[in-house]
Structure formats: structure tokens, C-alpha cells
């Protein structure tokens, strides 16, 4: 199969490809798009930067940010987005990825009150801005060590090494799960969190139980069942009147085949009927900001984030990546025109390094997402979006190769950065595990 890479050295090249794959992408030259702020319920996004959540696999032993994770989030702050997603959070022991998952709970919420403090000093020191902060909310489901299943899915089974004849979780550690976001609502509310993201993507659980049609009980076969869990919680979290804007990022469709998936048909393709109605719904019960996903990258992770070298876990892409990127884009922007008063923030920039930023003003110019956001660019270059507000570039030579050297750092839950940008502290990491790839 021929080899799909980025090798654009100007804008002129760039735009051969979008036209020879007749792709739809809008560029501005002009900048200021992303410079203006927004407002999401009573808080303010200073910029339309944001930087997703990314999971650094480095907590201390009972949950807590450990050094390395206020390294990280310091660096972000100092980078100027005005919007920093913190990563995937477990709300309970069962839930917890690794042990090496962020962890909120009344013994680590003090921790993170203080990674909260020093992320927003370092904001306001080195750029005078008070960012916006979302922590994610999650329970791992099958890619946990517990490997709890929503929903039995033979592929997805196959790849998390799942026995296929273990019981699904039951409806009743379900409505404990709904508690749980609650309580880690609660916990973020004090921390000093603008937000909370239920986290509905990348079939994790939350995601996995969007699309059980074929589960039976209070959480499977309808749609009001399927999407039960994460209204409760948002109901939930409002009936207890938590001081704390909520959020989702979820999947725009999840690429697993009814009636396993999400927003996916029986042929594998894209239906955004129910996703596009979740959405709606989501808007009605008063969520001012969804930030738009897609699929799961333990299964196809060019879908998800578009790369020129694959993992070294197997997995060839069969696309060019500008065209996952330009899919990307199109779901925000569909999800968008969806609810055009919900601030959506889009995913799939990385791939297109210094040219990101002008695809990245044409789509707020053009009303497709309101905010965009950077996943593995913010690990390689956390202060991209400074260089982009004062200085209207990226420096080529900092930007993400898309090398994917992150994600298998983070499939095998070893302490996860840029190992090429970033390598005094990510090498060492990278090194050992290859050793033992090879043992
Ligand atoms: C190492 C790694 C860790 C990630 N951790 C999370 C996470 O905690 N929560 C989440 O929703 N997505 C996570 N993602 C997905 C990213 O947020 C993002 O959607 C993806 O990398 C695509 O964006 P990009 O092209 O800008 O990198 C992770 C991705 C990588 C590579």
C-alpha cells in the first residue's frame, strides 16, 4: 500500500492535495479569529485555542498529580491556549484505567485544587490570562484493568483481550456510575475546575453504552435508554445545584457496526441521525460547550488522529490523513450547524503541523467549530498557541510529526509525552519499552 505522509513544504502544496482529494477546507491567512474570546454559560474562553485532553499515564500511586503532571499542565499554561481539557480522571477504584490513572476523589481532591492554583498562576504570569478549565471525567470500561463491558463486540473484544463470556456490567453498577460522575462533579467544583466533562468518546464506557442496542435493561436497545446515563448525570449534577459549567466530549459517530456502535450503520458508515439528536437534546438540558471525537484508536486510530507512522502495534492506515483530518473537521462542523449556540470545539489538527493554524481561523471564521483544539501538538509544542496569538505562525520546527510514539507510550500506560520534542523526559520511557517489545 502506498505510504501516505505529510510532505508539504508551502501552502501551494498543501492545496494540490486538498483539491486532488476534493476535499472541502477552509483557510485564512488572518489569525484574529482565534484571538477573540468566548464566552461558554458564565465563564470566558480567552482565546479559540484549546488543548485536548491528554493522558500522561504519570499520577502518584493513589491518584494524585505527581511532578511529572504539573510539569505538564504548567507547560500548557505557560503556551497560551485558552482553553486546557484535562485528561481522562477516574471517579472510582473499579473505573480506574492503570494505576498510574489521575484519580479525584475526598483524599486527592486537595491535590488537584493545587494543580489548579498552578496552572492559572502560570497562565497569568507568563500571558496574563485566566484559562478555561475542563476536568474529563471517566471510568474505563473494557481498557481498564478491570475490563468492565458495556457490551459485547467481537473485534473489540478481540483487541482489549476480553473474554468474550464475561458478564456485561449491570444496571445497577451503572446507576453507581452516574453517582460517581457526580460526586466527581462535586469534587472538581471545588478543586477550582470551570467545568466537568462527562466523557462519552473513544468507547469508553460512557461511549460504549451509547451505542448497547442490543443490551437489554434501563441502558440498552432505545435510544432514551442508550443515552440514559449521561442525561441522569447532567440532571443529576444540576438537581444538587454543583456551581460548575458541565460538559460532553463525545463520539461523532464511533466506526463499530449496529448494533454495537454509535452513530454508525450496519455497513460501518457514518448516521449521524442520533448523534445529531444527543446533541440537541444535550443543548435543551443547558451544556454550553461539546467537544466532537470520533471512533476509538484502539480500533481504527487513523479515524481518530491522523498520523504518517503507524504504532508499532499493527495497525496500517488505509487513508491518506489529510482525509481523516478533513472527516474530522466535517463532524464538528455538522454537529455545529447542529446547535449553533453551543460552543463546539473540533479535533484533528495535529496531523497538519505549521499549516494548522490558518485551516484552524477558517473554520471559526466560518462558523464550523468555535474553538479548536490540539491533542499530541500539545505534548511536542505546549506553547503552539502563543507562537500563533503574538507571533500569527507555528515554528516548523517544533511542530508534531505525528509519529505516534505517544500513543504507544500511552497503549501500554508508560509515563506518555513527545518523545522527539520533548525527549529528555521521554526517551528514557520510550527505550525501556522497546526493550521489552523486543524480549
Ligand atoms: C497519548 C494520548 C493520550 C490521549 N488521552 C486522551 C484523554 O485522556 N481523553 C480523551 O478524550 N482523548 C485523549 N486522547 C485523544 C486526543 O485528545 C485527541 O483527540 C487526538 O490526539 C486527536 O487530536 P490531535 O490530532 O490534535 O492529536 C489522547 C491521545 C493520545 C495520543
Avoid at 266 to 275: F, M
Avoid at 288 to 294: D, G, K, R, S
Avoid at 397 to 403: A, D, L, Q, T, Y
Wanted: glycine fraction near 8%; hydrophobic fraction near 35%.
Amino acid at each position: 500500500m502506498e505510504k501516505f505522509k505529510f510532505n508539504y513544504r508551502t501552502v501551494t502544496d498543501l492545496e494540490k492535495d486538498i483539491a486532488k482529494y476534493k476535499l472541502e477546507l477552509p483557510w485564512q491567512q488572518d489569525l484574529q479569529s482565534l484571538k477573540e474570546p468566548i464566552s461558554v454559560g458564565a465563564g470566558v474562553v480567552p482565546n479559540r485555542l484549546a488543548i485536548h485532553p491528554m493522558e500522561g499515564c504519570d499520577s502518584q500511586i493513589d491518584g494524585s498529580p505527581s511532578e511529572l503532571t504539573t510539569r505538564r499542565y504548567i507547560r500548557f499554561a505557560q503556551g497560551g491556549s485558552g482553553l486546557i481539557w484535562f485528561e481522562a480522571v477516574a471517579v472510582s477504584e473499579e473505573g480506574r484505567g492503570k494505576s498510574n490513572q489521575l484519580y479525584i476523589n475526598d483524599h486527592t481532591v486537595e491535590s488537584f485544587r493545587i494543580l489548579v492554583e498552578k496552572t492559572r498562576q502560570a497562565a497569568l504570569e507568563t500571558n496574563g490570562i485566566d484559562p478555561y478549565l475542563v476536568l474529563q471525567l471517566t471510568h474505563a470500561g473494557r481498557y481498564g484493568d478491570n475490563k468492565i463491558i458495556g457490551v459485547h463486540e467481537e473485534e473489540l473484544d478481540r483487541r482489549a483481550k476480553v473474554d468474550p463470556s464475561k458478564p456485561v456490567v449491570t444496571d445497577a453498577q451503572l446507576a453507581k456510575l452516574e453517582d460517581d460522575l457526580v460526586k466527581g462533579a462535586k469534587l472538581a467544583q471545588q478543586a477550582g475546575f470551570n467545568a466537568v466533562d462527562i466523557k462519552s468518546c473513544h468507547r469508553y464506557l460512557t461511549n460504549e453504552i451509547l451505542g448497547a442496542h442490543d443490551r437489554t435493561g434501563l441502558y440498552g436497545g432505545s435510544y432514551e435508554n442508550r443515552t440514559r446515563l449521561i442525561k441522569n448525570v447532567i440532571q443529576k449534577i444540576k438537581a444538587e445545584k454543583i456551581a460548575i459549567e458541565i460538559t460532553v466530549r463525545i463520539n461523532s459517530y464511533d466506526a463499530v457496526k449496529y448494533p454495537y456502535g454509535w452513530g454508525t450503520d450496519k455497513d460501518g458508515n457514518i448516521d449521524l441521525a442520533e448523534p445529531k439528536k444527543l446533541v440537541q437534546e444535550l443543548g435543551d438540558l443547558g451544556i454550553n460547550m461539546i467537544n466532537i471525537t470520533a471512533s476509538t484508536p484502539y480500533l481504527a486510530p487513523h479515524l481518530s488522529r491522523p498520523y504518517d507512522q503507524p504504532t508499532k502495534l499493527g495497525y496500517i492506515a488505509p487513508e491518506h490523513p489529510l482525509l481523516g483530518v478533513d472527516r474530522l473537521i466535517h463532524l464538528a462542523k455538522a454537529m455545529q450547524q447542529t446547535v449553533p449556540d453551543v460552543v463546539i470545539v473540533g479535533t484533528g489538527y495535529s496531523w497538519l503541523r505549521q499549516f494548522a493554524p490558518y485551516i484552524a481561523a477558517g473554520v471559526v471564521n466560518a462558523g464550523w467549530a468555535k474553538i479548536v483544539g490540539f491533542g499530541r501538538q500539545a505534548f511536542a509544542y505546549p506553547d503552539f498557541a502563543r507562537d500563533i496569538i503574538k507571533e500569527n505562525k507555528m515554528a516548523t520546527k517544533r511542530v508534531c510529526v505525528s509519529c505516534s510514539k505517544c500513543s504507544e507510550l500511552k497503549a501500554k500506560a508508560r509515563l506518555t509525552g513527545c518523545v522527539v520534542r520533548d525527549n529528555q523526559v521521554y526517551i528514557p520511557p520510550y527505550l525501556e519499552l522497546m526493550k521489552e517489545m523486543q524480549q
